[in-house]
């Protein structure tokens, strides 16, 4: 089956952009969760979205957010662009929000480079 | 909030040496997960524990769960340069679900 896909792999924006990165989970997975990943701050949660709800929320700023649809594809938005949202964005699709055996199957992730 | 230390940062080990990760929560968790990254690539999920003092093996890697579910290691004998690459713990609140918070992760490099 499809793994997750995220869209686009590679975008370079200047700062005060606002950018909308993609998410398809797996057929059939519901929950789709964001993460940002740099070298010094590790895998740092965003959001979690489940049913078109966002179920959690991590401890960014209001300039990130997001949204899910009715077939489980997820977007997310970062608005007037900092330096530091320079990052590797993945997304992580879940059957069941991180129950069960399988536990999240993430895609290939989204550079973002600022400058 | 729910915070997940994970140590040693970094570890270089000879090709055959053994290896330990240790993560720690700050909070109860109803599960545990571990992934592995390799270099240039996404996290990819390896195991999940859920129940206290749960042991579990996949061959050269043995996970385990804390009695207080709050604390796992994942143990890897003698390395090879496969094992290469960035191992995470993740936990799972028992007070809310969906929301799975990573440790800063172990960065394994191994000399052949």
């Known amino acids: 089956k499809a793994g997750v896909t995220q869209t686009p792999r590679y975008l370079i924006k200047t700062r005060g952009q606002q950018v909308t990165l993609s998410c398809s989970p797996i057929?059939?997975?519901?929950?789709v969760s964001w993460y940002q990943q740099t070298p010094g701050q590790g895998l740092q949660f965003l959001f979690e979205?489940?049913?078109?709800?966002?179920?959690n929320k991590g401890n960014f700023p209001g300039r990130f957010s997001g949204r899910q649809f009715s077939n489980s594809r997820s977007e997310m938005n970062v608005s007037t662009l900092e330096l530091g949202d320079s990052a590797l964005y993945l997304c992580?699709?879940?059957?069941?929000?991180?129950?069960?055996?399988?536990?999240?199957?993430f895609g290939s992730g989204t550079r973002l480079t600022v400058v | 909030g729910q915070q997940v230390m994970q140590i040693p940062q970094y570890q270089h080990v000879q090709e055959g040496e053994d290896f330990t990760t240790y993560c720690n929560s700050s909070t109860t968790l109803s599960n545990i997960q571990w992934y592995k990254q390799r270099p240039g690539g996404h996290p990819v999920f390896l195991i999940q524990l859920v129940k206290s003092g749960e042991v579990k093996k996949q061959k050269r890697l043995t996970f385990q769960f804390g009695e207080a579910k709050k604390n796992s290691s994942l143990h890897i004998t003698a390395t090879q340069t496969t094992d290469v690459g960035t191992y995470f713990c993740?936990?799972?609140?028992?007070?809310?679900?969906?929301?799975?918070?990573f440790g800063q992760g172990t960065t394994l490099q191994v000399k052949p």
């Open positions: 992580a699709s879940s059957p069941n929000r991180g129950r069960g055996g399988g536990g999240y199957t």
């Open positions: 979205y489940f049913s078109e709800t966002q179920r």
């Open positions: 993740a936990g799972l609140s028992s007070g809310n679900t969906g929301k799975l918070i």
């Open positions: 057929s059939g997975h519901r929950s």
